[in-house]
């Protein structure tokens, strides 16, 4: 998607030859015309698959998720994040490790939104490792939900993630692919 590789070109910055920061349109800062058509895109690649619910992490995925949601004109959960969690009825519960934090939280999603019917899109900001995803991937498979495919805003294909997704089988769906962030440069890869 031209528009996001263009503003990551722009407005991005790299803070090492794994992070690349985009807190001034997507993770702190919002720029919602872009956030629509990243929407747009998702919701056009991922049109005629029977999606009835978006999944997607708290905080950073929710704009994206919001706006693919409001194109395919289904509900957006979000997995929530706790330190820890002691009341645990009525909910499904994984554990998922920060990439960015480099901590371990509990994703929850109550079982009153979710549920063996439903046909799920998963969407989220970054794909790195894929300890994200798979979190996400976990909380669904306990619904007893199935899974259209992944939509990500931006992803880090020299990171272990998407291979691993691939190898498993998902359809994954990412706006900007970057290969290299090396020499605080971004190297989109198509
Ligand atoms: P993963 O779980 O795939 O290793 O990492 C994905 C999650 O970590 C995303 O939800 C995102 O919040 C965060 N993340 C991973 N890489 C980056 C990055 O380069 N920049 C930012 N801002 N967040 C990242």
């Known amino acids: 998607m031209e528009a996001l590789k263009q503003k990551i070109r722009d407005e991005g910055t790299v803070l090492s030859e794994h992070v690349l920061k985009v807190d001034a349109f997507l993770n702190h800062q919002i720029d919602p015309a872009l956030m629509q058509q990243i929407g747009h895109e998702f919701a056009q690649r991922f049109a005629g698959q029977g999606i009835t619910k978006i999944v997607t ?6 704009a994206p998720a919001v ?3 409001l194109e395919l004109g289904v509900p957006v ?5 706790y330190q820890s969690l002691t009341l645990t009825d009525n909910l499904y519960i994984s554990k998922v490790f920060s990439f960015t934090k480099q901590t371990e939280s509990t ?5 009153k939104h979710l549920n063996a019917e439903d046909h799920v899109l998963l969407i989220d900001d970054f794909l790195a490792n894929g300890h994200a995803a798979h979190a996400l991937i976990d909380l669904i498979g306990q619904a007893g939900a199935s899974i259209a495919g992944i939509g990500v805003v931006i992803e880090k294909s020299f990171q272990r993630g998407r291979a691993e997704l691939d190898e498993q089988g998902y359809r994954v769906e990412s706006l900007a692919r970057i290969g290299s962030l090396k020499d605080g440069l971004v190297s989109f890869i198509d």
């Not at 994703?107 to 079982?111: G, K, N, P, R, T």
């Open 57 to 62: 992490i708290e905080a950073s995925g929710i």
């Open 67 to 69: 706006m693919a949601g």
């Open 77 to 81: 959960i979000f997995a929530r994040k």
């Open 107 to 111: 994703l929850a999603i109550s079982s």
